[in-house]
């Protein structure tokens, strides 16, 4: 089945620095990924719609020149939280739809990546 | 704006009951409506449903869709302790391919 490799796991940093996260589809191609942040206890929320070889499509509300989106190739995509504070900290998770299966409504997600903000 | 409520927020159960989780939704351009599990980590995807009434089924849990009523269930029977998870419930608009997630359900199952 299709997978999504996300990394770190878990990363610690100080307020003010940058802090990248990768999302790769190891075994398919995916044209568009997708980022969500998670606060604990509730939903997950879409940020950015994230387009190979193209710009970002950010949803309302999301600043785009803080939470930073590459999507050098059909298989990474890249998210950079710059200048991080500890209002940033939370839960950090990709997603892409294989398109080979069901037109890619069906969305595999990463294993996603905790960020902490001292 | 494309809505998911989710009910109840949350659940404590026995070994061996039975649970119905439930999702209502407002979708502007209704594709398909998906069930997923969540863990400690990433979700991970358990149904999805496009058609009405028609149920789709999976060991021990299963889901049905009323996209008259706008609304979806997801069973489970017999529980176990492996089943205490977030049930995420989620709405793919057809027209721009977003998907919109409920909050979700906490289910905890007690042996």
């Known amino acids: 089945g299709a997978v999504v490799s996300q990394h770190p796991s878990r990363v610690i940093c100080k307020s003010g620095t940058s802090v990248k996260i990768e999302c790769r589809s190891l075994d398919f191609q995916a044209t568009t990924m997708f980022w969500y942040r998670q606060f604990p206890k509730q939903s997950l929320m879409l940020m950015a719609t994230s387009n190979e070889g193209s710009k970002a499509t950010y949803e309302q509300g999301v600043e785009k020149d803080k939470f930073l989106i590459n999507h050098a190739s059909l298989t990474l995509s890249t998210l950079t939280v710059t200048s991080a504070h500890p209002e940033d900290s939370s839960f950090y998770i990709c997603?892409?739809?294989?398109?080979?299966?069901?037109?890619?409504?069906?969305?595999?997600f990463g294993a996603g990546s905790r960020l902490t903000v001292l | 704006e494309d809505k998911v409520v989710q009910s109840p927020l949350s659940l404590v159960v026995h070994e061996g009951d039975t649970v119905t989780l439930n999702c209502s939704y407002e979708v502007t351009n209704f594709r398909s409506l998906l069930w997923y599990k969540q863990e400690k980590k990433a979700p991970t995807f358990l149904f999805m449903l496009t058609s009405s009434g028609i149920e789709k089924k999976s060991g021990r849990l299963s889901s049905i869709l009323d996209k008259k009523e706008l609304f979806s269930i997801l069973n489970i029977t017999a529980t176990q302790t492996g089943d205490s998870a977030i049930y995420l419930c989620a709405v793919l608009n057809g027209a721009n391919s977003k998907l919109t997630f409920g909050k979700g359900i906490t289910l905890s199952v007690r042996p």
């Open positions: 997603s892409a739809g294989d398109s080979r299966i069901s037109g890619a409504n069906v969305l595999t």
